[in-house]
């Protein structure tokens, strides 16, 4: 057996960052800068009021006072969108609009409801106004010529509006990988189909195209592939031609006669490792380039299939893309209950339910029903993989552990 960070550690050595394409910024969301963006215009572009109120010049308005009020004349209004260059005089008050361009000589702003007796002609104040206030300086979100992303940045909803207001309309990306998905058993039927004897659902397509899609991929679901080694040669050769950017199977790798998978990869494929990682559930893996295409031979049991994916394919689709949420951090929790596990040699990730604890401590996690490898009703509910190593056996009610969430990456 070997240990999973060893196998993830080979597999990632293989993966090459994907080329990268110019897409338009309404369909970059959750994409990788390819090359930092910069900016010609300042952002803001030009000084401009938070408030609506008026502009007018601090010295004007100094040791103004409810026992001291200032009136000022109105000379004029300034709007959002105008351009706002009529100077503004010693002793003059201009009406002003959120957004609008502060006019030279302006030097603070005094909101509408700081104001008294606030007429066409004239406006009191009681107060005094220091330099500077409610003014957005120009270049205040960043300045001319800079940058504004860098290479690597995950483009979020708010970068997408910070590319959009420095004009650019086209990023260059990383290219998102293309996934290809083969389920394989002469057992499996399409999800539509009642169950004859001894047949089940393909539900494996179904979870990890799932999954491709939620992290942000492409999936590219292919036909089963039955157990029968000319059908799986030419069933991958065909996906193969299709240049996807990483291939993935399951079913058909473990130690039976019919797990053609297996073989089949090895005899086609470059570099193919067939493992018995030390993890449960997950023992097998198969593992290396078809083609020149990154390979996953991925367990057929349900649990197991998604299980691998999160170690494994997950880090290589984060290479392939130049994300940096590949590997999510180890969170701290401690178990709600208690849970005795077999003795054995294999780190186990069992599916936990975490919920933040009010109180402040830390998070709490139960552990749903049915943790066998085939099953998926306590994966269905799950929303953390708990690590438990191999030498645990009895955990205590409390116990702490670490965790991966299955919910937090950045897509
Ligand atoms: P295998 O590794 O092919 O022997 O499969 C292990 C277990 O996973 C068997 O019980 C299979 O029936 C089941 N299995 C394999 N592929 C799928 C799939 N696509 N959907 C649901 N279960 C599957
Ligand atoms: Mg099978």
Not at 193 to 209: H, Q, W
Not at 368 to 385: D, E, V
Request: negative net charge.
């Amino acid at each position: 057996m070997i240990s999973l960070e060893q196998v993830r550690d080979t597999i990632l050595v293989r993966i090459q960052r994907l080329p990268e394409e110019q897409i338009a910024i309404e369909h970059a969301t959750g994409r990788t800068l390819a090359h930092p963006v910069m900016t010609r215009d300042a952002i803001p572009p030009f000084d401009n009021t938070a408030m609506d109120g008026f502009v007018i010049q601090s010295q004007d308005l100094k040791k103004a006072s409810a026992e001291n009020p200032v009136t000022l004349p109105v000379a004029g209004v300034i709007e959002a969108g105008m351009p706002g260059n009529i100077p503004l005089l010693p002793g003059q008050a201009m009406r002003i609009y959120t957004g609008a361009v502060v006019p030279p000589g302006g030097e603070a702003i005094v909101p509408f409801e700081l104001c008294e007796q606030v007429g066409r002609e004239s406006v009191t104040f009681t107060q005094e106004a220091p330099m500077g206030v409610h003014i957005r300086k120009k270049g205040e979100d960043v300045e001319e010529g800079g940058e504004v992303l860098t290479t690597g940045s995950k483009l979020t909803p708010a970068a997408i509006g910070l590319l959009a207001s420095v004009g650019a309309t086209e990023v260059s990306v990383f290219k998102k990988p293309v996934v290809a998905v083969h389920s394989s058993g002469n057992e499996l039927v399409p999800v539509g189909s009642s169950l004859e004897p001894g047949k089940i659902r393909n539900s494996n397509l179904y979870s990890l195209c799932s999954r491709i899609e939620r992290w942000g991929a492409t999936a590219l679901p292919r036909p089963v592939l039955m157990d029968d080694l000319d059908a799986i040669r030419t069933g991958l050769r065909e996906t193969i031609a299709q240049k996807p950017d990483v291939i993935l199977t399951t079913g058909g790798i473990s130690a039976g006669d019919l797990d053609f998978i297996r073989d089949v990869a090895k005899e086609m494929g470059e570099d193919v490792e067939i493992r018995k990682v030390a993890m449960k559930p997950g023992k097998p893996l198969v593992d290396g380039t078809l083609g020149g295409i990154p390979f996953f031979g991925l367990p057929g049991n349900p649990a197991a299939c998604l299980v691998s994916f999160e170690m494994f394919v997950r880090p290589a689709l984060a290479v392939l893309e130049g994300r940096q949420d590949g590997i999510p951090p180890q969170r701290n929790g401690v178990l709600k209950e208690g849970c005795r596990l077999p003795a054995g040699q294999r780190l186990r990730w069992l599916r936990g339910r975490v919920q933040p604890d009010p109180s402040g401590g830390l998070d709490k996690i139960e552990l749903p029903g049915g943790q066998g490898s085939h099953l998926l009703t306590g994966f269905a509910t799950a929303n953390c993989l708990v690590q438990v190593p191999a030498s645990e056996t009895d955990l205590a009610p409390g116990s702490p552990v670490t965790y991966w969430s299955l919910t937090e990456e950045d897509a």
